[in-house]
C-alpha cells in the first residue's frame, strides 16, 4: 500500500518573511512594555532582535533541543520553554546593550507570550494575507 502526501512548504515567499519579521518585531516590543525581563531600544532594534531570533531558531535551536531532550522527557515538556529562554539570551549577547534579557523567571513567561502572541497573529494576519498554501 502506497501512500501519498502532498509536500509541506519549507521556504518562504519575501511577503511571508516580512510579515514574519513584523509580527515578531511587535510581539517583542509588546513584550518589553508588559515584562520587566526584557529591554529593546526601539523599533528597528526589536526588528534586528526578531531576525536574529528567527536565524537562531532556524540553526542553533535544533541542536538546543537535541541536547535538552532527556530533561525536557524527565518534566515533561515543561523544560521546554527555557529552550526559547536560551535562545533569548544568546540574541541579546549577540546584539547586545540594545537588547537585553535579565534573569530567567521573567524570559520563560516572555517566551511563552512571544509564541502565543505570535501564533494569534499569524493565524489572524499572515494566513490571511498570504493564503494558506502550506
Known amino acids: 500500500m502506497i501512500i501519498y502526501s502532498e509536500k509541506k512548504k519549507t521556504s518562504m515567499n519575501i511577503l511571508e ?17 508588559i515584562f520587566k525581563g526584557i529591554y529593546i531600544s526601539n523599533f528597528w532594534y526589536g526588528i534586528l532582535a526578531a531576525a536574529v531570533i528567527m536565524i537562531l531558531n532556524k540553526t542553533v535551536k ?15 515538556g515543561l523544560f521546554y520553554p527555557f529552550v526559547n529562554v536560551f535562545i533569548l539570551k544568546i ?29 494569534i497573529l499569524d493565524a489572524l494576519i499572515t ?8
Open 127 to 134: 494566513k490571511q494575507i498570504v493564503g494558506d498554501k502550506k
Open 91 to 119: 540574541a541579546g549577547l549577540l546584539i547586545g546593550k540594545n537588547f537585553i534579557v535579565d534573569g530567567w523567571i521573567a524570559p520563560f513567561f516572555v517566551s511563552i507570550f512571544i509564541s502565543l502572541f505570535t501564533i
Open 62 to 76: 535544533p541542536f538546543i533541543k537535541l541536547l535538552a531532550l532527556p530533561i525536557t522527557i524527565y518534566t515533561l
Open 17 to 33: 518573511l516580512c510579515l514574519t519579521l513584523l509580527i515578531n518585531a511587535t510581539a517583542l516590543i509588546l513584550a518589553t512594555s
